[in-house]
């Protein structure tokens, strides 16, 4: 079983930043295809990035150039570096899994609230 949980959430202003965090158990995480998503109030749940088990990320329109995503597998930890906040960027943030390689995540955390102030 693997669990994901997200930490790093909070209520910042515009222009902040913040990291999330997403732990993964298992004992395998490098080869986990990995991804956050967000959801907004009321509307659905969208892919924001993901990052492979080679190393490769992608990111939505959105993020590009003031999100990064990152993992240390040593850690067994995923990141999602927000910089330059917005209040359209305040969601509920998720971590998501792709433990067997099937190309769907599989699992998916509980979520951190990021709430961006103007």
């Known amino acids: 079983q693997v669990t994901l949980v997200e930490s790093g959430g909070g209520l910042v202003q515009a222009g902040a930043s913040l990291r999330l965090s997403c732990a993964a158990s298992g004992p395998a995480f490098s080869t986990y295809a990995m991804a956050w998503y967000r959801q907004a109030p009321g509307l659905v749940r969208e892919l924001v990035a993901t990052?492979?088990?080679?190393?490769?990320?992608t990111y939505a329109g959105f993020g590009k150039g003031r999100f990064t995503i990152s993992r240390d597998n040593a850690k067994n930890m995923l990141y999602w570096e927000m910089n330059g906040l917005k209040p359209e960027d305040t969601a509920v943030y998720y971590c998501?899994?792709?433990?067997w390689g099937l190309g769907r995540y599989d699992y998916v955390g509980r979520g951190t609230q990021v709430t961006v102030s103007s």
């Open positions: 998501y899994g792709d433990v």
């Open positions: 990052s492979n088990s080679a190393g490769s990320t």
